[in-house]
């Protein structure tokens, strides 16, 4: 079992920015992946971005790219979100996921094996 902790939401006006943290506990040594995802008021879950983690490969949503970026810490067994020029859409509640394997895409929310309980992130105009 692994398990997620995410901290760092909160309020924030467009345009700004917000640091997200997930801190991973547990078995660690048998996550090949990590990722986030968002779920807004009355919509799916959506995929916002992933990092592999030995490799640190990156996987992006369009909507984030240029403005998101993930990070990992191996030593410290957490997983960073930077989030630069926020807008109004990014509003959601972001979770931290952990994937023990990623069979097709990264984006696939059936790839990821655990789930932290959610951070809000509120962005006013």
């Known amino acids: 079992q692994v398990q997620l902790v995410e901290s760092g939401g909160g309020l924030v006006q467009a345009g700004g920015s917000l640091r997200l943290s997930c801190a991973a506990s547990?078995?660690?040594?048998?996550?090949?992946?990590m990722a986030w995802f968002r779920q807004a008021p009355r919509k799916e879950r959506e995929f916002v971005v992933a990092i592999t983690w030995s490799g640190g490969i990156t996987y992006y949503a369009d909507s984030v790219k240029g403005r998101f970026t993930i990070s990992r810490d191996n030593a410290k067994n957490t997983v960073s979100l930077k989030m630069n020029d926020l807008k109004l859409e990014d509003t959601a509640v972001y979770y931290c996921?952990?994937?023990?394997?990623?069979?097709?895409?990264?984006?696939?929310?059936?790839?990821?094996?655990?789930w932290g309980q959610g951070t809000q992130v509120t962005v006013s105009s």
């Open positions: 996921a952990a994937a023990r394997y990623l069979i097709g895409r990264a984006q696939q929310s059936t790839n990821y094996d655990y």
């Open positions: 547990g078995r660690t040594s048998s996550v090949y992946a």
